[in-house]
């Protein structure tokens, strides 16, 4: 269970709601606080919810699935590995991660790319893993930058929708705030992560798949110095294997048996039987003899101090296949091609963003072209959101496009590319699981409702606007509830009946926004932590220990601007 270590944290997470909907009664908000009595939640439930959340969220599982069948093919292209160290020779290691971290928090405050930029997640780990890095940091780098953008988030309407629809705010409402805080918490993480590298002093290590070399200088024997590790294993003879074996295997080898002296000049064994000569008249008789040994497989055999880490075992760094076609350039293209495509895809572009309709009237004329009186051309493609509307799902099919093309360029055959599929769909599982998981914990916390309960007695503690119990009942909320909309929806209606002062709501905002965020990069029922955990196989107490002075700083920096808020 070790290695499932992210799914036991979820089960254990969804334990406790049904616990806790035992103790606590359930009460919602429908234009008045009406208590419910308790709601109690059985065991036979989980199932009934768990065909709920794959029915309403079974889009980002499926999602995962792709990407992890999208990579599954990648790494039959002998050219992407090619592809991958041509970046790692090319771009300083810490300056890829400054412009990762960027590029993904930027991406996720102003278009809401926190689950789209799964199908990046994996390129981006194998590169931070051959440039030396372990996976702590590529979970940092990772959940970190997708957390700091949803706390400084901006123009995402598809993460602040709500709460411009609850509190009656404007797209652009406390937009330079809102921006200080991103670029607040990228610093931050920045900051973390270099100290976490400074810590550890990590060497940075090339990983390179096996190379064939003579056997000769491969098995050599190698001795043990302070600075580097070498085991040694000593294989005892059998010693009722007959002269004629031992001959047969010299003639196999191709090795010719010499004899072995006790010290004294005599054939015969020496005084335990099987003890090699000690000395030569060179001095170093004793390791030539023990490298042809070796090699016969006699009486040493050396195993090599590995050079490499265990990122290939575990499938996040395609080994290197020598092959004459390692043109790069088609994967670069189509690289920045789907990562254009994703951002403007993904940016709300229309009346509840940037007031901008191009892409919308655009989308309905090509759509709706025809030639003659009824032939549709573009209807080929299929049904298609205008950019600002997009989805995971709606992401699918471009990168099928994209990932057929490179199949043909590369000349891939089909066996290759549904090997790759199958293996990539396999290693993507665990990952789909945990979200659909996560959302299962989503189902349960709605459908018995304790959580009002908790912040109606919160709310009560202080009368109107008060930055700490507002900080607290919006953390409290999205430890709950996964999904952003059910984040605010399960605690600002009441919220707005209780605290009526409308011009606190633009702080309002920018707290539940800001917590939400925090809280995303620790709660164990956090979509892009327990996801990226799981795929990146790292233990949730590990990624704690590591984390907690992130969490700390950020969650300092936010209450001084809270504060400061307050008073201005």
Not at 130 to 154: F, Q
Not at 258 to 280: E, L
Not at 363 to 380: D, K, Q
Request: some cysteine; proline content about 4%; glycine content about 6%.
């Amino acid at each position: 269970m070790k290695k499932h270590n992210a799914l036991k944290v979820v089960l254990i997470s969804l334990l406790v709601v049904l616990v806790l909907s035992w103790i606590f009664p359930a009460a919602y908000f429908s234009g008045e606080y009406i208590d419910q009595g308790r709601i109690q939640m059985g065991l036979a439930d989980v199932y009934n919810y768990i065909a709920i959340a794959l029915q309403n969220f079974g889009h980002y599982s499926l999602y995962i699935i792709f990407v992890g069948c999208f990579y599954g093919v990648l790494y039959k292209i002998p050219a992407y590995r090619a592809f991958l160290d041509k970046v790692v020779e090319k771009v300083n290691s810490k300056v890829f991660i400054v412009i990762t971290v960027i590029l993904f928090a930027l991406g996720v405050s102003v278009a809401g790319l926190q689950v789209a930029f799964a199908i990046f997640i994996p390129l981006v780990v194998s590169l931070i893993l051959l440039m030396g890095y372990d996976k702590i940091v590529a979970a940092l780098v990772v959940v970190g930058s997708l957390a700091a953008g949803l706390i400084g988030s901006t123009y995402a309407y598809g993460n602040n929708g709500f709460i411009l629809y609850q509190l009656g705010l404007e797209p652009g409402y406390q937009v330079w705030v809102r921006f200080i805080i991103l670029l607040v918490a990228v610093v931050i993480l920045i900051f973390n992560i270099f100290m976490y590298i400074h810590s550890k002093q990590q060497k940075k290590v090339v990983v390179e798949g096996p190379k064939k070399t003579d056997a000769l200088k491969e098995e050599k024997v190698v001795e043990a110095k302070a600075s580097s590790e070498v085991k040694v294993a000593h294989k005892i003879p059998n010693p009722k294997a007959s002269s004629k074996d031992s001959s047969d295997h010299d003639k196999k080898s191709g090795t010719t048996p010499k004899k072995t002296t006790n010290g004294k000049g005599s054939n015969k064994p020496g005084p335990k039987g099987n003890k090699p000569a000690t000395k030569s008249s060179k001095g170093n008789g004793t390791r030539k003899n023990a490298n042809k040994a070796a090699l016969r497989d006699e009486d040493i055999i050396v195993v090599k101090a590995s050079v490499t880490t265990d990122h290939d075992d575990e499938g996040f760094v395609p080994a290197k296949v020598e092959s004459n076609s390692k043109k790069i350039w088609p994967l670069v293209v189509g690289f920045i091609l789907l990562f254009v495509l994703l951002v403007v895809s993904y940016i709300t572009w229309g009346d509840n963003g940037f007031g901008i309709s191009f892409f919308d009237n655009i989308t309905e004329n090509v759509s709706s072209y025809t030639l003659g009186e009824a032939f549709r051309p573009f209807a080929i493609y299929g049904t298609v959101s205008s950019f600002g509307n997009w989805t995971v799902i709606d992401l699918i099919f471009p990168a099928v496009l994209l990932l057929a093309i490179w199949a043909f360029v590369y000349r891939l055959k089909f066996d290759e590319i549904l090997d790759g599929v199958v293996s990539g769909a396999r290693k993507a599982f665990l990952p789909a699981v945990i979200a659909i998981l996560v959302y299962t914990v989503l189902v349960a916390a709605v459908s018995h409702p304790f959580q009002l309960v908790f912040y109606k007695a919160i709310l009560g503690i202080t009368k109107g606007f008060n930055p700490g119990s507002t900080v607290v009942v919006t953390a409290l909320s999205a430890l709950f509830n996964v999904d952003p909309v059910y984040v605010y929806q399960s605690v600002l209606p009441y919220y707005a009946s209780v605290v009526t002062d409308t011009n606190t709501y633009p702080l309002v905002g920018v707290i539940a926004q800001s917590m939400y965020g925090l809280v995303s990069c620790i709660a164990p029922t956090s979509f892009i932590l327990m996801t990226s955990l799981a795929f990146l196989k790292v233990n949730y107490k590990d990624w704690l220990k590591n984390a907690w002075k992130l969490f700390l700083e950020l969650f300092i920096v936010l209450l001084i601007i809270f504060i400061i808020m307050t008073f201005i």
